[in-house]
């Protein structure tokens, strides 16, 4: 059974608070969808259909809202707690989509008040190496999984009906301790982000720069995709896992500095054992 | 006008062997394929419809043939020059496929002799992370680049002939020198290929290995596809182009530095920098 809310306010309507938007309108999930972004995201959200209404500001986006989702770059949504916490109804739901949660959930903590056990922290898996409210569509968390981290004080109602929500735009929810998401995201999707931006990088500052653009087949494309992610996202997304991020590329460098060795010693049966190890654990995911 | 040859021997029947005979036999470019490969792949591809007939060794599966197409993995091409050398005809035409080029073309200048000027040094731009007979398609050229690197003893003849070949086959041939094309492809291939194995053994040797294949998104996917690919193929590959891969590591390292010392530092301003450079790049790769 979905519930339909009154007032659904999305805070950030890039690529995925503008899919969130998107797909609770398309799916009439409430009577208004309110969006709130700075600059042209609003704007473009409102042409392209996305939310019914643009707010001002946080707060007014927030004001009678039954629903907040707050979906803004990882260091925004910290600081918009604190903005719209005291607009919050005595019976909001609050969720959020941000790429790590125990900072976000910290924030949380700290500036929501009564108002905390009604946040269920969510991070759903879906996204692309665009950005912005034209990358948005209502289709976007179909088939994906949301993750969603209740802490000891969060509502059982509140996180029933906000897992329903998410359920509803697509998503299969999957409960996951923050901890353990903040490291396993590191893992697979922030460290891997950096280290593609340095492999892009390494051909970018080369020599070989525009051949490589001319030349290169589906192999680096595939390989190099989220390299054309946004930096400062990113710069952003790193920082705040910052000591995860450090252990996954500590690892990387000892497979790294194995792989070398072993091209630099002309060692075929050591760099077929270092390969051999990645490549039967990627022909697993399908 | 393309050319029809009476008898077209494919050496090596693997995804782009294979693809090459289905290729010439659905277009009736030859009025017999016949390949030649070790173990079960010849077998399997004579079941799969790639080749008219299988020839039980690489001289038999030469003798007669007006065109020799060479698509064995680069160390067993190197020795196939010589194994073949003294079934060559007068007349007859040679080619290959593999991913480096010196060392092939240094080995084809020692055996083939007065047959080395009909030989053209060629590199279809195209693959995939599987391998074998049964990944092979004949469409699968169709739009990609074939790289030739003529010599200076390359008969202009045997040039025009076996570049009208691959467009044949839907490629579009383009020429490069043999050290541009070594240097280039450890850039866009050989390199972030050992990178994305080494990306790949870090998770798959970590705690979270698991959880990473059930919870990837199509960013990881995407990045780490090619670390699917065959562990002793792409050892040789590297091992075969050292020097300009090491080139490239040592290129990445310099980025990787410069990005976990912003990390390590939390230097905002200095990631996105390093991230900047990247995404620009990778942007213009459409």
Chains 1, 2 share one sequence.
Not at 23 to 40: K, M, N, Y
Not at 160 to 166: C, D, E, K, P
């Amino acid at each position: 059974m979905v519930e339909h809310f009154r007032r659904i306010a999305v805070l950030g309507v890039g690529l995925i608070g503008g899919s969130i938007a998107a797909a609770a309108r398309s799916r009439a999930l409430g009577e208004r969808v309110v969006g709130f972004a700075p600059g042209r995201d609003g704007e473009e959200a409102l042409a392209l259909g996305l939310v019914d209404e643009l707010a001002a500001d946080p707060g007014a986006a927030v004001d009678g809202a039954d629903l907040v989702v707050l979906a803004a770059p990882v260091p925004v949504v910290r600081g918009l707690f604190a903005a719209v916490a005291h607009r919050v109804g005595a019976e909001t739901l609050l969720t959020d989509a941000a790429s790590t949660k125990r900072s976000t959930i910290a924030a949380a903590r700290e500036a929501l008040g009564a108002a905390f056990p009604r946040f269920v922290p969510a991070h759903p898996i879906a996204g692309s190496e665009r950005h912005g409210p034209a990358a948005a569509r209502p289709d976007l968390f179909g088939g994906c999984t949301v993750l969603l981290c209740p802490q000891d004080e969060t509502d059982a109602d509140a996180y029933r009906r906000v897992a329903a929500f998410w359920e509803a735009i697509g998503a299969r929810a999957v409960d996951m301790p923050a901890d353990d998401h903040d490291r396993l995201f590191a893992e697979v999707s922030h460290w891997p982000h950096a280290a593609v931006f340095a492999l892009c990088a390494g051909i970018a500052e080369g020599p070989r720069a525009e051949d490589a653009l001319r030349f290169a087949g589906a192999g680096l494309r595939d390989t190099t995709r989220i390299g054309a992610s946004s930096p400062g996202l990113w710069a952003d997304i790193v920082l705040d896992n910052r000591e995860a991020v450090l252990e996954c590329a500590a690892a990387f460098e000892r497979e790294l500095r194995a792989t070398l060795d072993a091209i630099e010693r002309r060692d075929r049966a050591a760099l077929v054992e270092c390969f051999d190890a990645a490549s039967r654990w990627r022909r697993r995911l399908r």
